[in-house]
């Protein structure tokens, strides 16, 4: 019986070290996948980055709109290349990464750029990225966009 026991700890013993390999090893790919990420939006190669994303992916945005909002790759290129238009310098600057499970990370960032009239704006941001399989398929962003204008009608 004693043997049993010990045999029946030792499995656990390996199969839980295992689990934590694994779940350290999808951290490390997560974070790498980041930082590929954020030297693609710094370069200002939005297809790159577009194709880190799912072919379609859930996106939470203020500039989207409220509520989950599906976004294709190509719309993603098309949203960054008109930001870039008015923001020719465009720059993330990622301040930390915050692992949380497997599949998702954290990612606590400052935008920054400046207008062509010479305007400059500089935004705190924090991103939720679901990634599977490693492919970015939930993007879930939050920022204060209370100073924004908005129009009621």
Not at 58 to 83: A, C, H, M, N
Not at 106 to 126: H, P, Q
């Amino acid at each position: 019986m004693k043997k049993i026991a010990t045999l029946f700890l030792a499995t656990f013993t390996i199969i839980s070290c295992n689990n934590q390999n694994q779940k350290n090893l999808g951290n490390e790919n997560n974070e790498k996948l980041v930082k590929q990420y954020f030297e693609y939006f710094n370069n200002h190669q939005w297809s790159k980055m577009a194709d880190m994303y799912a072919e379609t992916s859930e996106f939470k945005d203020p500039s989207l709109g409220q509520g989950i909002v599906k976004q294709t790759r190509q719309q993603i290129v098309d949203k960054y290349t008109e930001l870039n238009k008015v923001f020719p310098n465009l720059h993330d600057k990622v301040i930390q990464t915050y692992p949380s499970g497997d599949k998702h990370i954290i990612v606590e960032f400052v935008s920054t750029g400046t207008a062509s009239d010479n305007s400059k704006f500089e935004l705190s941001i924090c991103t939720i990225l679901t990634i599977e399989n490693g492919i970015i398929t939930k993007d879930f962003t939050y920022y204060d966009n209370f100073n924004e204008e908005t129009t009621g009608e």
